[in-house]
């Protein structure tokens, strides 16, 4: 028998010997047939399982070490806040008369003789200032004034913006256009002049809100928080939201066109119940993330009023008030000012990092 030419070269003829061994290959026994054994079941490749947002988000957003660092510090910024004054025996507002301007890890003299009889005295860890408060009891607190007016004013936004961000966005056409033009015209004003106007045309008001219902339930929470930390939140609720409402503006007018919003209006859905069932929940992510890099933005505005003077009112203090008070003795005690500096750099730096990793983990546009 004649032996098989190979095809001449750019012949589309195949190889005959490529054929024989497809043929072999192609070739199907009846053991190829029998039930697989436990241990090629256990070898088979299983479905992998599937994960939620909230799972995939946070899978994500522990990937980025940065991130993850930066809500560490948070955490621990929220234990030395919240849990240190607790577990300190030193209160903010207690003036010590003995212990004067004493420079950190120091005792005072009636400390020293007290810790010589054998008594357990808690040293000043950063000192204390003029009036012989202890500095870490007040930075504690200052922190803890600074973070919780920082998170409210965020929350105050987050509700402010979304739902007038959601309502221009459903809307659109001459609504829009207007609900926009509002917002335009407030981005034009000077957010730190209307907390300094406003902080100003209250104090009267509220002190005579205050001689007037001293029994009030709304009088403690105002004597302590004082005119300018209304006016910060007054401020926010009035020019703060403009952000976060174009956010929100953005995301509802991509969300409005999907099939299961154009189903809950056949099936005769209010306006209402759309944006609040349907739009706003998918708009979880973004509100997340920009009420988290909001927060910088509002403890920053407080620091720098009560750096001013006219933020929190004695005796309760916050970071900037504790560096307003550190001027003084820059160039003898700089320590004062260098605490509560570093404290509040390390704080906004935190915020801002992990808002950026939260906003990066909660966009799907970003999966890998």
């Not at 907390?195 to 105002?222: C, D, G, H, K, M």
């Amino acid at each position: 028998m004649a032996e098989l030419k190979k095809p001449p070269m750019g012949s589309l003829q195949m190889d005959s010997d490529k054929v024989d061994q497809l043929i072999e290959i192609a070739t199907l026994s009846p053991a190829d047939f029998a039930p697989s054994t436990e241990e090629e079941k256990e070898h088979f490749i299983q479905p992998q399982k599937s994960i939620g947002y909230w799972q995939d988000a946070w899978r994500r957003l522990k990937k980025n070490r940065v991130s993850m660092v930066a809500l560490g510090i948070l955490i621990l910024i929220m234990l030395f806040a919240f849990v240190g004054p607790m577990v300190l025996p030193y209160k903010y507002d207690q003036q010590i008369r003995t212990s004067l301007n004493l420079a950190p890890m120091q005792y005072s003299e009636a400390e020293q003789t007290a810790r010589a009889a054998g008594e357990s005295v808690f040293p000043h860890i950063f000192g204390t200032d003029t009036h012989g408060r202890d500095i870490l009891a007040r930075t504690m607190m200052g922190t803890r004034v600074s973070m919780s007016i920082g998170v409210m004013a965020a929350l105050l936004v987050l509700v402010i913006g979304s739902i007038y961000g959601s309502i221009s966005g459903y809307f659109g056409g001459m609504v829009d256009n207007i609900m926009m033009r509002i917002v335009e015209v407030i981005y034009s004003v000077p957010e730190v002049l209307v907390v300094l106007l406003l902080s100003i045309s209250l104090r009267p008001w509220l002190e005579n809100f205050l001689n007037t219902n001293t029994n009030s339930a709304f009088a403690q929470p105002i004597r302590v928080l004082g005119s300018s930390i209304i006016a910060i939140f007054i401020s926010f609720a009035l020019l703060y939201w403009v952000t976060m409402a174009r956010i929100i503006r953005g995301q509802v007018l991509q969300l409005k066109e999907q099939e299961y919003v154009t189903a809950a209006r056949a099936l005769g859905a209010s306006s209402g119940r759309i944006i609040k069932k349907h739009l706003l929940p998918n708009c979880i992510g973004s509100m997340i993330a920009a009420t988290c890099l909001q927060i910088p933005s509002a403890i920053f505005l407080e620091s720098f009023l009560s750096f001013l003077g006219v933020g929190v009112q004695a005796p309760l203090t916050s970071l900037g008030s504790m560096c307003s008070d550190a001027l003084g003795g820059m160039y003898t005690y700089t320590y004062r000012l260098i605490i509560p500096a570093i404290i509040l750099g390390i704080m906004l730096l935190s915020f801002n990092l992990f808002g950026d990793g939260l906003r990066d983990a909660l966009d799907p546009r970003l999966k890998k």
